[in-house]
């Protein structure tokens, strides 16, 4: 799996930031009419954020534009609007020419309905359990802190 | 049918979202612009997608079908 290298920050990942630990991969916009479901990220991330699980955002402008700026005003608005303490990686791109090698392999994982393919909007979610192998796909709008995102969470920390 | 609107003197105009062909090129509000490759049911119901995918960029705007987008020519 081609894990994000990089930090928001440009900085690089700490060993063992992301390494076996199980990963809820959410590429994420702040001007998203979604971006409320950082509060459920961040729920999931104080309920479940340990030595074995994260969750990960992916900040990607390619849904309307919707995350335009630079890494500072990403980090601060997720920070001071959301108080999210889960990790932020570099700006991606999730669909298409210059799709980033991990989305490469997320998207061919299918949902629960069985379809594959591109990533529908901000806020998909991707979850990889601790070998990183992907084992659920949540759609856009599919609540973080829904019953079937924290069953899945359950399983693959059990 | 939506008349089209001008909206500036290089030839803009504002059409409904319904009224967007293949081809198209359009302006999103924050200010990409895109060439329209597929059109797309939107995850919300009743809206849709324009899509650009092509060796330029990737790139998804949604819409109302009856609200006004910016085109900056037909395709």
Known sequence: ??????????TPFADGELDEKALLIVNVASRCGLAPQYTGLEALQKRFGSERFTVLGVPCNQFAG????????????CSATYGTTFPLAAKTDVNGVRQDPLYRELTAFPDAAGE????QWNFEKFLLDGAH?????????VEP??????????RVLA | MTAPTPADAAGE????????QIG???RSRDGTEMTVTRIEPFIFPGMIAFVEDSDTQW????????AEVTLLARG
Not at chain 1, 133 to 141: C, E, G, H
């Open chain 1, 1 to 10: 799996m081609h894990l994000p290298q990089t930090r928001l920050d440009g």
């Open chain 1, 66 to 77: 919707q995350e335009p700026g630079t890494p500072e005003e990403i980090q601060s608005f």
């Open chain 1, 116 to 119: 594959a393919g591109e990533v």
């Open chain 1, 133 to 141: 192998n992907i084992v659920a796909r949540f759609r856009p709008t």
């Open chain 1, 145 to 154: 802190e829904s019953d079937e995102v924290i069953a899945a969470i359950e």
């Open chain 2, 13 to 20: 105009r504002t059409i409904a979202a319904a009224e967007v």
């Open chain 2, 24 to 26: 198209d090129r359009l």
């Open chain 2, 59 to 66: 790139f998804k705007l949604p819409a109302q079908p009856d």
